[in-house]
């Protein structure tokens, strides 16, 4: 099946950027998601890029594709303590009906 | 706005034991589904639907049954637990197929 990939931790000082990348398997992925879970909470989608774009911006957040390489990253300008969670990169297949498949999560941790 | 419910937040059973998960959304989405949550494993999708009346299996189908006999909810029922399903279970839905998924806050159960 679909294999989406992630490194586990990441710790980045206040006000730097934040980058977490995500790799993928699946070449016929539709959408690609970045959703960020904080303790004890559900998933919050934070931004989606369709599979025929390669950047994405949204205030802070900035997601590339590289689609040739199937890497998907999300960077987060000026990291606030605030950002401080768990990101999870999900991809869509083209079949199936919004099955996602996730990555293992990343944890952000933001060093005041 | 609700969003997307469940109940309850936290449980714990014997093995053998069974219980039904609810999941109640108010957002006339269409497409609804069921994930776990497990350590180092990422989200995996249990059982999904497209639709009042219309189910299907997911990746880890088994020792869980569903139905869903009207749009807004959608249960998930284990008819005999087992210690391995010990897990974090998120409900989520989506307005259609290539909609973003919105999540419930999740439901921790505990198998003893």
């Known amino acids: 099946g679909e294999d989406v990939e992630q490194s586990l931790f990441l710790s980045v000082r206040e006000g730097d950027s934040s980058v977490i990348n995500c790799t993928y398997t699946d070449s016929s992925s539709t959408y690609l998601y970045w959703y960020k879970q904080e303790p004890g909470a559900g998933l919050q989608l934070l931004t989606y890029i369709f599979s025929n774009m390669d950047m994405k911006q949204d205030q802070r957040l900035t997601v590339l594709l590289n689609k040739k390489d199937k890497h998907l990253s999300l960077r987060i300008a000026d990291t606030q303590t605030g950002d401080s969670a768990i990101y999870f990169c999900?991809?869509?297949?083209?079949?199936?009906?919004?099955?996602?498949?996730f990555g293992t999560g990343t944890r952000l941790t933001v060093i005041p | 706005n609700a969003g997307v419910t469940q109940t309850p937040k936290f449980q714990v059973l014997k093995t053998g034991q069974s219980m039904t998960l609810q999941c109640a959304q108010d957002m006339n989405h269409e497409y609804m589904s069921w994930y776990r949550q497990d350590p180092g494993m990422g989200l995996r999708l249990i059982h999904y639907?497209?639709?009042?009346?219309?189910?299907d299996q997911g990746e880890v189908p088994n020792g869980y049954n569903v139905s869903r006999s009207t749009t807004e909810d959608f249960p998930l029922r284990l008819l005999s637990a087992a210690p391995s399903q010990t897990s974090v279970y998120f409900c989520?839905?989506?307005?259609?197929?290539?909609?973003?998924?919105?999540f419930g806050n999740g439901t921790r159960l505990t198998v003893t």
């Open positions: 989520a839905s989506s307005y259609s197929q290539n909609s973003p998924l919105h």
């Open positions: 639907s497209v639709g009042a009346g219309i189910t």
């Open positions: 999900a991809e869509s297949p083209q079949t199936g009906a919004n099955n996602l498949f």
